[in-house]
Antibody
């Protein structure tokens, strides 16, 4: 069974940093690209970032480009999102999702940016 | 960026009746490989999103056959042939052809 479990969310002050993680199991992690998607409270889905299966290529939404870094450890079946210079508008639930067409999603981890 | 526009944004439906959601993209979603990467997701209240349809019309495993996807180019539709209580939630289209990936605003399906 495919499982994606996010962690690392929490309350952080504006300008602070946070590192999100997504632990994957039930499939060959190194064979799939992975994505992060954000959902602000009561709002819709916003795509954030993607990393290719071998980590050789990454893509970012303009809203996080230059402030966030997506990475993966295929030996540990783990996906990360390092977020710096956090702003109030980064607040939301962050989901990791598998594959080019986002076929499986985790339960999400909540990030709150507030003073 | 490719803008995905869904309509309607709110869809009250009677149980057992059909429902239809439109999704239009600001650019063609036909990829250089010939595929059209248009996906549909369902998000039930309090749950994570779940993919229903990929590449316009392919139903995911376990998705009831009352859900169907159609369309081409820039114009796509998700249809529910007979709405059931468990179909309540928000439905999103998402394009997987162009960077950055983009979602529609979401369509909230509720029972009348």
């Amino acid at each position: 069974e495919v499982q994606l479990v996010e962690s690392g969310g929490g309350l952080v002050q504006p300008g602070g940093s946070l590192r999100l993680s997504c632990a994957a199991s039930g499939f060959t992690f190194s064979s799939y690209s992975m994505h992060w998607v954000r959902q602000a409270p009561g709002k819709g889905l916003v795509w954030v970032s993607r990393i290719k299966s071998d980590g050789s290529s990454t893509n970012y939404a303009d809203s996080v480009k230059g402030r966030s870094t997506i990475s993966r450890d295929n030996a540990k079946n783990t996906l990360h999102l390092q977020m710096n210079s956090l702003r109030a508008e980064d607040t939301g639930v962050y989901y990791c999702a598998r594959s080019s067409n986002l076929d499986y999603w985790g339960q999400g981890t909540l990030v709150t940016v507030s003073s | 960026d490719v803008v995905m526009t869904q309509s309607p944004l709110s869809l009250p439906v009677t149980l057992g009746q059909p429902a239809s959601i439109s999704c239009r993209s600001s650019q063609s979603l036909v990829d250089s490989d010939g595929n059209t990467y248009l996906n549909w997701f369902q998000q039930r209240p309090g749950q994570s999103p779940r993919r229903l349809i990929y590449k316009v019309s392919n139903r995911d495993s376990g998705v009831p056959d009352r859900f169907s996807g159609s369309g081409s180019g820039t114009d796509f539709t998700l249809k529910i042939s007979r709405v059931e209580a468990e179909d309540v939630g928000v439905y999103y289209c998402m394009q997987g052809t162009h960077w950055p990936r983009t979602f529609g605003q979401g369509t909230k399906v509720e029972i009348k």
